[in-house]
């Protein structure tokens, strides 16, 4: 420190020649070893534009007309896995329109459906083990399909009746099963995102080739919650596919007011997890993204992000009229050639896999089923009232028992006021 002081003073009173002379004897430091970034130094100030980044391509491997673009990307499956495939986006799709439907004529509170997303669902549900853990955000149902659960626990759910696992304590589409491990919704944004990278962190430590598959909106993911996911995942190395469905809108906020820069994707390589965007309307694209995805995450134990471009052509919610931000037309271009049922019918179509008649039997088999089934969800009852004051705790604190009882001693009093025959004994 000293020998540099007293060069700098000898420096500042010599001529320009003798302090060019005196640098040039100074060797640069070849590399910069700051703890916090390893990249290069320049000598000019350069400001990185956000438009010089190459924009990260979406993978795909179906063309609008169900085409596979290249066959090495056929993943080949067996004509019962891409049958099954189909079959599930049409339950999914089927199912959705009469439970809206059922809300609209007030039988149910809410109602949020999936359509154009489909093959988001189908797709990367088809790439897990059924031991994956699952952390879903509300618009994934298909997962759900794909894995078992049945119409009347659907509908049951959305009736909050006593057959609901959730025993009526949530809104309707909240789903969770603990037999199909998927964990189950709730409504704050994000929230999910964390707790999966901590149960991945766990399953890396159980070391038992299981991953977490975390599901999030583009929306979503403005939330903090989602920066301390990615940055956990990233950082404590866990088995975590975080997989954006990006459909363009949150409600009504468009992705270009929700977001600037190449979208979800680009977060990936900026928190230094590897990253694959993808065409979310082509199933097959979305199903090899997923399997290589499961394979890196296990392989590595790092996390991996995959961003699937959708487009939602339903309103968000039942809550939501669309058509006030956004035209029929743009909506329509999305429902007809580009929908993902469409591509995977063109494709099956190609390959002889499709029967007419077959399929529109297995329709209206399906609308039979779901239509029987309200009639029934909706005649159960409602689980015992005292129920909501239940589950949350192991034993119920001093406070809710006080709340229990004030309820009890007013239902009591107020008999009449209450529909009580319809709740559980
Ligand atoms: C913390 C929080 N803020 C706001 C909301 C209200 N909300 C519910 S869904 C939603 C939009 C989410 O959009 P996105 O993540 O893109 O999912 P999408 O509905 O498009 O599937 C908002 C703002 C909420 N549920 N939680
Ligand atoms: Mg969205």
Redo the contacts with the bound molecule.
Sequence with gaps: MHLFRYSCNLLSKASPQRVARFCSTIKPNPEPEYPGASAPYIGIPKLTMPKEVTPIPIYRVMATNGCVLDSTQDPNLSKETIQKMFRDMVLLNTMDKILYESQRQGRISFY?TNYG?EATHIGSAAALEQRDLIYG???EAGVLVWRGFTISQFIDQCYGNVDDAGRGKQMPVHYGSRELNFVTLS?????QMPQAVGAAYAMKRQNNDTCVVCY????????GDAHAAFNFAATLDCPVILFC???????S?P?SE?YKGDGIAARGPAYGIATIRVDGTDVFAVYNATKLAREYVLKENKPILIEAMTY?ISH??TSDDSSAYRSAEEVEIWNSDRHPISKLKNFMIQKGFFNETEESSFVSEVRKKVLKQITESEKKLKPNWKEMFEGVYHEMPKHLKDQMKEMEDHIAAHKDAYPLKKFKN
Excluded: V
Excluded at 216 to 223: I, K, M, P
């Design positions: 949020m997303e955000q509300y618009r409504s704050p944004l994000a929230t999030f909106g583009e929306g979503a993911a403005s939330e469905r990006n459909n363009g809108f949150a409600i906020t992705s929700q939602r968000h919610s």
